[in-house]
């Protein structure tokens, strides 16, 4: 069973380049989220999606920052222009809900989480 | 505001020691609490799931505990090997949704053979 898959795996650009991360979560999945992780800072919760639609993306730093969910298998993670501050891993995550005969049943909250983007901005 | 400490930041130890890392949270109000483990460059894979309903959890030599009174979780590592090297992070899950998710900082743990 796959999991959470994140490309590309590495980036390395230049300062005011375009940069795309790209996430697939686990299939049946209908959280999706977006993390960064720096030493200083730890992991942040950039914005996380729900049934494709974005809940919460107070924790977009700026405007040059913009995330889609297309369809329940394919996220972007955009960044446009790309600075050197925003050098870092980024991390994709999933979670489901458990439902059945339509009603929700549970919800462990269990996040899985892809082997990250890591990116560096000159 | 949820606040998680991991005590201590780092630790090394001869193998076949057993250890405890320790998770702090602020706020007794989580949905559950997950134990994380981080190899250099790569992702968070999943240990642990502690749901607040429950005191514990095991899994192989893996045993974590959840006390919600007084906002403490511990990882227990027993006859620890140089493989278990790695960062652990704890992640608290509140009940008020997941953009509250709050993780620990982690513990870097360096089993020496």
């Known amino acids: 069973d796959a999991g959470v898959i994140q490309s590309p795996r590495h980036e390395v650009t230049e300062m005011g380049q375009e940069v795309t991360l790209r996430c697939k979560p686990i299939?049946?999945?209908?959280?999706l989220f977006w993390y960064r992780q720096t030493m200083m800072r730890g992991l942040e919760l950039l914005i996380y999606f729900n049934n494709n639609v974005p809940i919460d993306d107070s924790g977009m730093p700026e405007d040059r920052f913009s995330a889609k969910m297309p369809n329940a298998s394919f996220s972007t993670l955009k960044i446009q222009p790309s600075e050197p501050r925003d050098s870092a891993v980024y991390f994709c995550?999933?979670?489901?809900?458990?439902?059945?005969?339509?009603?929700?049943?549970?919800?462990?909250?269990?996040?899985?989480f892809g082997e990250g983007s890591r990116l560096t901005v000159l | 505001k949820q606040e998680v400490t991991q005590i201590p930041a780092a630790l090394s130890v001869p193998e076949g020691e057993n250890l405890v890392l320790n998770c702090s949270f602020t706020?007794?109000?989580?949905?559950?609490l997950q134990w994380f483990r981080q190899d250099p460059g790569k992702g968070l894979t999943s240990l642990l799931l502690?749901?607040?309903?429950?005191r514990e959890q095991t899994s192989g030599r893996l045993n974590a505990s959840l006390d919600k009174s007084s906002g403490r979780s511990t990882l227990y590592i027993a006859a620890s090997q140089p493989g278990d090297s790695a960062t652990y992070l704890c992640a608290v899950i509140p009940s008020g949704g997941y953009q509250k998710v709050t993780f620990g900082i982690g513990t870097k743990l360096q089993v020496i053979p």
């Open positions: 502690i749901q607040s309903s429950q």
């Open positions: 995550a999933s979670s489901f809900r458990w439902r059945g005969r339509g009603r929700l049943i549970g919800n462990t909250g269990e996040l899985f």
């Open positions: 299939s049946g999945h209908d959280y």
């Open positions: 706020d007794s109000a989580i949905y559950n």
